[in-house]
């Protein structure tokens, strides 16, 4: 199947910057869109970003101008930058991808197991 394990959580300050990287393994033929969500404690998972195989990407208005996503699909790899972080940036992050495996004739949507970031004021 598909696995997408995701580095670079961790402890910040704000203002601080991290990245977060999301690597896919298994028996893919193809990823389509690859993205991250986030999950505050006691909040909904709420999409941030994403970017298309083409490299087309889009971010939620709570990160635009902070935030970058980029791809590299020859090693089937999404990142997110994550710059000027705020306190409110604190969640579990989730990389998500729309994959299309060998052994399935359908794309299907993969989640990671997220990691913690966490913002100090």
């Known amino acids: 199947q598909v696995q997408l394990v995701e580095s670079g959580g961790g402890l910040v300050q704000a203002g601080g910057s991290l990245r977060l990287s999301c690597a896919a393994s298994?028996?893919?033929?193809?990823?389509?869109?690859m993205g991250w969500y986030r999950q505050a404690p006691g909040k909904q998972r709420e999409w941030v970003a994403a970017?298309?195989?083409?490299?087309?990407?889009n971010l939620a208005d709570s990160v635009k101008g902070r935030f970058t996503i980029s791809r590299d699909n020859a090693k089937k790899i999404v990142l997110l930058q994550m710059n000027s972080l705020k306190p409110e940036d604190t969640a579990v992050y989730y990389c998500?991808?729309?994959?299309?495996?060998?052994?399935?004739?359908?794309?299907?949507?993969?989640w990671g197991q997220g990691t913690q970031v966490t913002v100090s004021s």
């Open positions: 998500n991808a729309d994959v299309r495996t060998w052994s399935h004739p359908l794309v299907q949507d993969y």
């Open positions: 298994g028996s893919i033929l193809r990823i389509d869109r």
């Open positions: 970017v298309t195989s083409g490299g087309s990407a």
